[in-house]
């Protein structure tokens, strides 16, 4: 189901309001807001932290736009479908990576900032290792209740690992992410 088509979201929206789900557990695109964007090794910053530019930098590349204005259109319709099973009183549970005050985040758009604020969202973060991904990866599910399960930190022993591109043994739990 393409989301960023009008009338599909439209009948889904319409099939929620009409009660023929029990749960939603959505995990809108992260890629334009990651926090691996604007490092020397990663891709380029597509987003900023605060309005206007959480909703993408000016000058983007047209290539760069279209994936904001698609990342924040599905982060939108998103929160819509939150929005409708928290009015039927229906749980719902949202997944992203991890907030952090110095990067572009899902969490940071003024719109989920608002309704997590305004709705009293539960928030448990996990580290995606511990169900064994090779990376650490922060996550939050935010939603109408906590999640059971999960660790909150990661618990694999350090090692010595020689990390690209820099060259150097560095101590560490798991290989960076970025570039990956």
């Given at each position: 189901l393409d989301l960023a088509d009008d009338v599909l979201f439209a009948q889904l929206l319409q099939k929620v309001r009409d009660g023929h789900y029990d749960l939603l557990l959505a995990s809108p695109p992260c890629s334009t807001f990651s926090k691996v964007r604007g490092?020397?090794?990663?891709?380029?910053?597509?987003?900023?932290?605060?309005?206007?530019?959480?909703?993408?930098?000016?000058?983007?590349?047209?290539?760069?736009?279209?994936?904001?204005?698609?990342?924040?259109?599905?982060?939108?319709?998103?929160?819509e479908l939150a929005r409708a099973f928290k009015a039927l009183g229906r749980p719902w549970v949202v997944e992203n990576p991890v907030e952090d005050v110095c990067a572009p985040s899902l969490w940071g758009l003024p719109e989920w900032a608002e309704f997590a604020t305004e709705h009293g969202c539960c928030s448990t973060d996990i580290v995606q290792c511990a169900f064994g991904v090779d990376y650490e990866k922060r996550t939050t599910f935010k939603g109408s209740f906590v999640l059971d399960g999960g660790s909150r930190e990661c618990q694999h022993p350090y090692r010595q690992m020689k990390i690209r591109p820099y060259g150097k043994v560095f101590r560490v739990r798991h290989p960076p992410l970025v570039g990956k």
């Open positions: 490092r020397p090794e990663g891709p380029p910053l597509l987003r900023g932290v605060g309005v206007p530019d959480i909703y993408g930098l000016r000058h983007l590349r047209p290539k760069d736009a279209e994936a904001v204005r698609l990342g924040t259109l599905l982060a939108l319709r998103t929160l």
